[in-house]
């Protein structure tokens, strides 16, 4: 801790961190001197909840912007309710977003679906992550730069272009909808649309571009010229591309740099002072893993409805070799001065709910017709739905793996590493009639926990050394099934912190360090980050079990893709 931060007193600066997640948002106002988080308010978006503009059915999954708007002002509003002093301490602020979620903006930088012509049409509006209805897009732009006779500019995506991403989702949108794809001056990352909103940016040529989402999503790298993928060959991919690159600008900027001040109506809005630097945004995964501490060796497993698996590590005096089959790798994108390295698994948490789903639908068919009062209706449904995964978990963590007889695949939104392929789907071999609910879920979450050994095994046979893994987000608190198996799977421990908004957290330390109360990254880190809160230790009498399973889990696979 330097000398300067010595003098400052705990409650004297506040940072203030905003996490919009697939389904919520979060604000989080942290002590900027001790890291204590001061409150937390989380929204769901109203319209997703919903289940406006998303058809899961063809992988559609869009957001309305106003959601994000509306949730900015209830949370933090909520946060700040009768906390005036720690608000009119806020120093800084930062963003985090899913990504890559692009939407089409005017020239004014207003998406469009907040336009009165395209306010109902999902074309116009934020393309979730977890849309994949770019497939075909997505393929088009990996064979093109394989086969094109120039730069592979999939070389630091993993080498293969994913329908998760930023130009696959413009091709797809553009094929849509002709008239957004006219209205349409540029696309905007969530991430950069709610930093140049809260700084009254209006140009989209104008608006700093994170380095996060573009260098992992839009394959910016400085060794391009220009920065991103030439003109001839986005030419060939649709001339309508060229027009969008134009407003993209040559550079890109890391997160501990200021996107600009908060405006006067903003500070107004949301009860903080004027003028308080806003950082430039990034991935919730990315500003995650530096709240769960990541550093080189430190594997951070960001545990939510999917997973991202970031690590950093030193930019090589050599040069930078590319690792192939995973998200991307991109200096500066995690850490400033380091180059950040990302994986992850398509569904995770996601794989959990959908088996929650199943089981209850005939619950939610059956009870309404049945002869009850509505409050007992009410309160079976709403407490069978709480319970029923912490009592499937109890039950499978009796079971010895080696009981259920199931092989699963964790592919049922597509795999996204190793080398993505979202026509993926999962699969379960072993049933008979003796396959319970018990089992299945057992072997789910085997499943999931074998995807992201297929993760750490690349990393490590292209390079990337891995010394640690720390687990967060709301898996790694809540299931101990999931993390022990975890532990037993990869053979390593699994470090969880004491925190359930690193995100969030991450966030705010972006926001300090663009505020000025830290020189860099790392030294807020050493100040802010939450201690290890449990240790998961691999078990030595599980470790050879789940070595068979795994080469199990390794065929299934092989077999998956080939009706793929």
Request: some cysteine.
């Amino acid at each position: 801790m330097s000398s300067e931060q010595k003098a400052r007193l705990p409650g004297e600066d506040y940072v203030l961190g905003l996490d919009y997640g697939s389904d919520s948002a979060r604000a989080v106002l942290i002590d900027a001197l001790t890291g204590e988080t001061a409150g937390v308010s989380v929204r769901n978006y109203p319209r997703w909840t919903r289940g406006l503009y998303c058809d899961p059915a063809a992988n559609r999954f869009r957001q309305h912007p106003q959601d994000y708007i509306d949730v900015l002002e209830e949370t933090v509003r909520e946060l700040l309710a009768g906390r005036e002093a720690p608000a009119k301490k806020v120093r800084g602020i930062a963003i985090d977003t899913t990504g890559s979620t692009p939407c089409a903006v005017d020239g004014e930088g207003t998406p469009l679906a907040l336009k009165e012509e395209f306010a109902e049409n999902p074309a116009a509006m934020f393309v979730l992550w977890k849309d994949h209805t770019a497939v075909a897009e997505a393929e088009k732009i990996t064979r093109t730069a394989k086969t094109w006779g120039g730069t592979d500019y999939t070389c630091y995506e993993g080498g293969v272009y994913s329908a998760e991403w930023f130009w696959a989702k413009i091709l797809r949108v553009m094929a849509e909808d002709p008239a957004v794809a006219a209205a349409a001056s540029s696309f905007v990352e969530h991430c950069d649309w709610m930093t140049a909103f809260l700084t009254g940016v209006t140009d989209p040529n104008h608006i700093k571009r994170s380095r996060c989402a573009m260098g992992h999503k839009a394959m910016f790298h400085r060794s391009f010229e220009g920065g991103y993928p030439s003109r001839d060959f986005l030419r060939l991919l649709d001339p309508r591309l060229i027009g969008i690159r134009e407003t993209l600008g040559t550079e890109t900027y890391t997160s501990d740099t200021s996107a600009g001040p908060l405006t006067g109506e903003w500070a107004r809005r949301l009860g903080l002072p004027p003028g308080i630097p806003v950082a430039v945004g990034a991935y919730d995964a990315h500003m995650g893993a530096v709240g769960g501490g990541v550093k080189a060796g430190v594997l951070v497993q960001v545990m939510g409805t999917s997973t991202c698996d970031m690590i950093v590590g030193p930019i090589p005096e050599a040069g930078e070799v590319p690792v192939r089959g995973i998200c991307g790798q991109v200096e500066g994108s995690v850490v400033p001065g380091m180059i950040g390295y990302e994986a992850g698994q398509s569904s995770f948490g996601d794989v959990y709910a959908w088996f929650k789903n199943i089981l209850m639908w005939p619950l939610e068919q059956v009870l309404p017709v049945l002869d009850l009062g509505e409050d007992v209706k009410r309160q079976v449904a709403e407490g069978i739905s709480r319970k029923l995964i912490p009592v499937l978990e109890g039950a499978a963590e009796k079971l010895d793996p080696r009981q259920t007889g199931l092989t699963a695949l964790d592919w049922l939104n597509g795999r996204r590493t190793p080398d993505a392929n979202q026509l993926l789907k999962g699969a379960v071999t072993g049933l008979n009639l003796g396959t319970d609910a018990v089992r299945f879920y057992r072997a789910l979450v085997e499943a999931t926990a074998f995807g992201a050994r297929a993760i750490v095994e690349r990393f490590r046979e292209q390079g990337v050394t891995i010394d640690e893994i720390v687990g967060i987000g709301g898996v790694a608190r809540k299931s101990s099934l999931v993390m022990q198996t975890l532990a037993d799977v990869l053979n390593m421990p699994i470090k969880v912190p004491a925190n359930d908004q690193s995100v969030a957290l991450g966030a705010a330390m972006f926001a300090a360090v663009a505020a000025g109360l830290y020189p860099d990254i790392p030294a807020a880190q050493a100040v802010l980050c939450p201690p290890i809160e449990k240790i998961y230790r691999p078990r030595p009498d599980q470790v050879p079990v789940y070595n068979s399973l795994y080469k199990l889990y390794q065929n299934l696979g092989a077999f998956a893709e080939t009706l793929a």
